[in-house]
């Protein structure tokens, strides 16, 4: 089997699998995690250690990893199981799950986010040549990205399967040209609002207080300070600034004639590093203040995720240079380094003084959208690279 068949075939059989996390209200990536293990059992690939993990909801979260060579040093790749959800499916041409090939695109959910890192890594596997090894390689497959990693590569750092002098590249991001290499991530701040009213019938808005009126307007106010108080802009990054974007809005009344007493919605926050994150989350909680204040009602703040930004250089690291060298040797171009707003799984590892580069060749502006889709080429296209690492 050629590598084009290989890709097409193992796609069809791993991205077909629904692998989002409980708190999306999937069932986890145990069943994804199954069939990996069967296709590396099937390349004679048995050697592998798992590390499962029982969340909150009682459902078993798999990682597990591979490692050949007797070599001091490791190439890691980290990639992640699980997907975020297919969203609205009218919005797709295909059925999310029913993986679709096409002009030498994959369409799937998850095909890119991160099934393309998983199909590089089983492909880098299938071709391994130990006669030529310099450097052992290592496979991490991790559940549990999407949803806040405790589960997934936080557990696995505490075991301590990765050392500070490895090699590690997560292929979580990338760019069509393949020139890109992340070394740098911005903070992440997930809040929850409650924004509490009071409750009344529509045709009495005066013995009553919108919620979602209030909520709003809150979004409107909250959106102007945070971009005034932020706004320092670093051109390393992708996008420069810091961003703030109202995500998910929770159901708040079941009938079109009631006027809502609460109201329940989420701002995803990516904090350039220049920010001191406790002192940020106070500057919000202020804000908040502020507001009630002047406006009424109550809103309540709770941090759902806080991921400071880990101060660690990776310009002149191992990998990077590695990379860089690769990049130009196989494709011909000089590889820049930049920061992007995204969290991987550099950053946990970055924060323990482990070296870990983001590099992929990709379709950017992809990931959780409808028609999700990977490149059969660049997944071939990345193998070289790493095989020549």
Not at 102 to 113: C, F, K, P, T
Not at 175 to 185: L, S
Not at 338 to 360: C, D, E, K, M, Q
């Amino acid at each position: 089997m050629d590598d084009e068949e290989f890709v097409k075939n193992t796609a069809r059989r791993i991205l077909s699998i629904p692998a989002v996390s409980p708190e999306n209200g999937g069932s986890g990536e145990l069943k994804k995690a199954e069939e990996i293990l069967n296709i590396l059992d099937e390349m004679g690939y048995k050697n592998y250690e798992k590390y499962y993990v029982d969340d909150n909801f009682g459902v078993t979260r798999p990682n597990f990893v591979i490692k050949t060579g007797n070599f001091e040093k490791t190439l890691w790749i980290i990639v992640h199981m699980d997907t975020v959800p297919a969203g609205d499916v009218k919005l797709w041409a295909h059925d999310p799950y029913d993986v679709h090939i096409e002009n030498g695109n994959i369409y799937a959910r998850g095909a890119e986010d991160n099934g393309q890192g998983l199909l590089t890594a089983l492909l880098l596997l299938k071709k391994l040549d130990l006669n030529k090894m310099r450097l052992n390689l290592g496979i991490a497959f991790v559940s549990d990205e999407e949803t806040g990693n405790t589960y997934g590569i936080k557990y696995l750092i505490s075991k301590n399967i990765f050392k500070p002098d490895d090699l590690i590249v997560v292929p979580d991001a990338g760019t069509e040209d393949g020139n890109i290499i992340e070394t740098a991530e911005k903070s992440v701040l997930w809040l929850k609002f409650t924004v509490r009213g009071r409750q009344g019938h529509a045709s009495m808005p005066q013995e009553a207080l919108n919620a979602f009126r209030l909520s709003s307007k809150f979004i409107t106010f909250f959106d102007d300070e945070l971009h005034k108080t932020f706004s320092i802009e670093n051109k390393m990054f992708i996008p420069s600034v810091s961003t703030f974007e109202p995500t998910k809005h929770e159901k708040n009344i079941d009938n079109i004639n009631t006027i809502p007493g609460e109201d329940i919605f989420y701002y995803d926050c990516r904090i350039l590093p220049g920010y001191n994150l406790e002192e940020a989350i106070e500057n919000i909680q202020k804000m908040v203040t502020d507001f009630t204040k002047k406006n009424g009602g109550e809103i309540d703040m709770d941090v759902i995720e806080s991921e400071p930004s880990p101060s660690f250089n990776m310009e002149n690291s191992e990998i990077v240079l590695k990379l860089k060298d690769a990049i130009e040797k196989i494709k011909g171009k000089k590889a820049m380094t930049v920061g992007i707003g995204g969290s991987t799984f550099a950053a946990f590892l970055r924060a323990r003084n482990i070296p870990a580069a983001v590099w992929s060749t990709t379709v950017i502006e992809n990931a959780h959208m409808p028609n999700e889709f990977c490149r059969i080429d660049d997944i071939i296209g990345d193998v070289k690279i790493y095989e020549y690492i």
